[in-house]
């Protein structure tokens, strides 16, 4: 066991911290190092597995980043944008693999992000699941099948706790549909319609968001022509989706060259 890579844990107490200190504690391919929340969080201090009331695992809760990723082979980080900002700069120095799940990144973040891939791999993915993946790869492959007739449309559904909209998966599927179309995302977004649009514009790809109850992740992309639609549909019912990939992520980042990597890298997809 202490040759298996160690792992920190970060936003221990999240719906997907939680879960990923158990997977990481239970499994036999890595060791739980650390588990970190924010300072002043009423867990910091306490066994994290008495935290989340289950049996004590042995790891204290700590609000020390610099301290954890010392002693860490792995980081995976399911947080907030400012947060996984600050950790990939500490995890580079720290010349630990960072797992990225968060989501709501902007483009200065991302650019951080890529500074910080300089030093140390990075693997970040919108969605870590094994099936998301695949129905980016299917998604890329019907746009450029088609074309502009069909308008495509991407609507997602998800819990009520979400706090960023299009969620990160529906534009990982954005990307991938406007990159079969040999298009720029960035020109063709439109999100959120509501009150007097105007009629839609030919080759715009639409993001729209549903959030209600304790939805894990669902997505659609539609592609709408006269007469025909096609639906690609992926729906998450369980976290231990993400959990599984975030875990794979970080034993495939093991010993490769520095870069910012994704999922598709680790699946070979
Ligand atoms: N890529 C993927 O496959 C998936 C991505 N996600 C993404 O992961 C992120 C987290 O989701 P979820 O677990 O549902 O969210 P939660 O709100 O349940 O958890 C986020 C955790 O991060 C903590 N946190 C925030 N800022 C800091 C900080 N500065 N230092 C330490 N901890 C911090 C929060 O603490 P506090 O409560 O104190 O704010 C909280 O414990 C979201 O961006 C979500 O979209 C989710 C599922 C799958
Ligand atoms: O916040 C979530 O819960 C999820 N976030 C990711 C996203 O933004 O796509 C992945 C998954 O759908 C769950």
Redesign the pocket.
């Known amino acids: 066991m202490a040759d298996t890579p160690g792992i920190v844990i970060?936003?221990?107490?999240?719906?997907?911290?939680?879960m990923l200190v158990k997977a990481v504690a239970a499994s036999d391919a890595c060791r739980l190092v650390a588990a970190?929340?924010?300072?002043g969080?009423g867990w910091v201090g306490q066994d994290v597995g008495t935290a989340m009331g289950v049996p004590a695992l042995g790891v204290a809760v700590t609000?020390d980043?610099v301290a954890a990723f010392a002693k860490a082979q792995a980081v995976i980080d399911?947080?907030?944008?400012?947060?996984?900002v600050?950790?990939a700069g500490l995890a580079a120095q720290a010349r630990a693999v960072h797992v990225?799940?968060?989501?709501?990144l902007s483009a200065v973040d991302i650019e951080a992000i890529d500074r910080a891939a300089h030093h140390a791999v990075i693997v970040r993915?919108?969605?870590?699941?094994l099936g998301?993946n695949l129905l980016v790869q299917l998604t890329r492959k019907v746009a450029a099948a088609l074309d502009a007739d069909f308008d495509i449309e991407i609507v997602e559904a998800?819990?009520r706790?979400?706090?960023?909209a299009p969620?990160?998966?529906a534009l990982m599927l954005g990307e991938a549909a406007a990159a079969g179309r040999g298009v720029d995302l960035g020109e063709v977004r439109q999100s959120g319609r509501d009150g007097v649009t105007g009629a839609r514009r030919r080759g715009d790809i639409g993001f729209s968001a549903i959030r209600g109850g304790d939805i894990v992740?669902e997505h659609d992309v539609l592609f709408a022509a006269d007469g025909e639609r096609i639906t690609l549909r992926h729906v998450?019912t369980d976290?231990g989706?993400?959990v599984r990939?975030?875990l794979k992520a970080a034993l495939w980042g093991q010993d490769r060259d520095p870069g910012h990597y994704d999922m598709m890298d680790v699946l070979g997809l």
Do not use: C, W, Y
């Open positions: 970060t936003g221990a107490s999240g719906r997907m911290g939680q970190l929340e924010r300072e969080h609000d980043p399911f947080t907030a944008p400012a947060a996984t600050a950790f990225i799940g968060t989501t709501g993915a919108g969605n870590m699941s998301v998800h819990h706790h979400k706090v960023d969620s990160g998966t992740g998450a976290r989706v993400f990939g975030a």
